[in-house]
Every structure is written in C-alpha cells, then in structure tokens.
C-alpha cells in the first residue's frame, strides 16, 4: 500500500507520500478539502460520508463550508484509516470499478453487509482490511 495512493485519494500533493509524513499530517489535521477528495474517491457524496465518519451530516457542512482549514486529528485519522482501506481495495481487486463494486455491494462473508458500511469502527476497518486479504489470497470471502 503507498502513501502516493492514499494520499491521492485524500486529496493531497506529494507532501504526504511517505508514511511518517501522513502521520504529520494527520496529527496537524487533514485539509478540509480532503472531505471531498475521499467522497470523490468513494463515490459517495458528503451526507454519505458522514455515515461512516465520527461527525453529523451537518457538521461536515459546516466544515466545508467555514474557514476552518484543518479538520480534527480523530476525524482525519478516521479518513486517512479509510482512505487506506479503499487503496488496499484497489491493490486486491486491480481495478477502480470492480473495487469500488466491491466496497459498495453486500458481502456474503460480511453478513450481508455493505464493506463501506462497516467503516464507522475501527472493528469494521479490520474486518474489511481482513476480508480484502482473504480475497487476495484466494481463500473464500
């Protein structure tokens, strides 16, 4: 998994390429526009993110629209465990569209449930993260 990846999905220049520089960064705080580059990334819009992320619909507009320049260091380790999680998806799969089919479609070995669904807890993001390795390794999943 390369930081130029996740760091791509979040949104940010080659600054955050190396893994001690994502952890700078996400001790400082993820840039507000990183909200709408893993949305992008994701496919889903704001109000959807926020599901999955440790904040309202509301206050990710606020966020959005606000000066506030930095978000929150839980709320950007929580991007940034996501942002990993969709990489890993893409490396697995080796493709955008069948990776994100994947993360948006219930998953038998998952209960049913919706990968990007279970990314609200840092249970859930293992239990993907696990679940991904599992398929690459071809054992069933």
């Known amino acids: 998994m390369t930081g130029q990846a996740i760091a ?4 940010l ?3 955050g ?3 001690m520089a ?3 960064i996400v001790r400082r705080g993820l840039p507000r526009e990183a909200l709408e580059a893993l949305a992008s990334s994701l496919r889903v819009s704001l109000s959807d993110l926020a599901e999955i992320l440790p904040v309202s619909p509301r206050t990710l507009q606020r966020y959005s629209a606000s000066k506030v320049r930095l ?3 839980e709320l950007s380790d929580h991007m940034l465990q996501i942002a990993k999680v969709y990489v890993r ?3 697995v799969f080796e493709d955008e ?3 994100l ?3 948006h479609a219930p998953i038998m070995s998952l209960g049913g449930k919706v990968p990007l669904s279970l990314l609200d807890t840092s249970a859930g993001v293992d239990l993907v993260m696990t679940t991904l390795g599992r398929i690459e390794y071809g054992v069933f999943a």
Not at 8 to 11: F, I, M, P, S, V
């Open 97 to 99: 569209e069948r990776a």
């Open 89 to 91: 998806a893409l490396e």
């Open 17 to 19: 390429e190396s893994p």
């Open 71 to 73: 978000l929150p260091k």
């Open 13 to 15: 220049d080659e600054q």
């Open 22 to 24: 994502l952890v700078e």
């Open 101 to 103: 089919a994947w993360l």
């Open 8 to 11: 791509k999905t979040l949104g």
